[in-house]
């Protein structure tokens, strides 16, 4: 198991890696993050590891580590923010709904996800005027 101050050092690394946009190195750090299972860094390691596999458009699998972190951590609202966006763009938009409106029951300031569902309510509206 890795020590705290270890995770956090792994988790800062990472994320240095994910803002340069280097995918394959961030990943690599965030997964040792987890592989390490410190508690208190797990749910923002499964997240950001989330992230890159988002960007990468792998869904499937950003999908997998947004619920592990939010099975991690229950009352992290933004995993759920961060599936919320993976099941929109998969056209999955009561999942979505779903995600976004437990996002604004943990945090009614997070405006991103208020705009998400917004956006989410209309193209479901508007898919259904379509008929698919």
Same mark, same amino acid.
């Given at each position: 198991? !890795?020590?705290?101050?270890?995770?956090?050092?792994?988790?800062? !690394?990472? $994320?240095?890696?994910?803002?340069?946009?280097?995918?394959? *190195?961030?990943?690599?750090?965030?997964?040792?993050? =987890?592989?390490?299972?410190?508690?208190?860094?797990?749910?923002?390691?499964?997240?950001? $590891?989330? /992230?890159?596999?988002?960007? $990468?458009?792998?869904? @499937?699998?950003?999908?997998?580590?947004?619920? @592990? @972190? =939010? %099975?991690?951590? +229950?009352?992290?609202?933004? +995993?759920? #923010?961060?599936?919320?966006?993976?099941?929109?763009?998969?056209?999955?938009?009561?999942? @979505?709904?779903?995600?976004?409106?437990?996002?604004? %029951?943990?945090?009614? /300031?997070?405006?991103?996800? *208020?705009?998400?569902?917004?956006?989410? =309510?209309?193209?479901?509206? %508007?898919? /259904?005027? $379509?008929? #698919?």
């Amino acid at each position: 198991m !890795a020590m705290a101050g270890e995770a956090a050092a792994l988790l800062a !690394a990472a $994320r240095a890696e994910l803002r340069a946009r280097r995918l394959s *190195a961030a990943e690599e750090l965030l997964s040792r993050c =987890i592989a390490g299972g410190a508690a208190g860094e797990l749910a923002t390691a499964l997240n950001d $590891r989330g /992230q890159v596999r988002y960007l $990468r458009v792998e869904f @499937a699998a950003a999908l997998q580590d947004f619920t @592990a @972190a =939010i %099975e991690c951590q +229950p009352g992290f609202e933004v +995993p759920y #923010y961060n599936r919320g966006l993976v099941r929109y763009r998969l056209g999955d938009f009561d999942e @979505a709904m779903e995600d976004f409106r437990k996002v604004l %029951e943990l945090n009614p /300031q997070f405006e991103d996800a *208020a705009l998400s569902l917004k956006q989410a =309510i209309l193209d479901k509206e %508007e898919k /259904q005027k $379509r008929g #698919y």
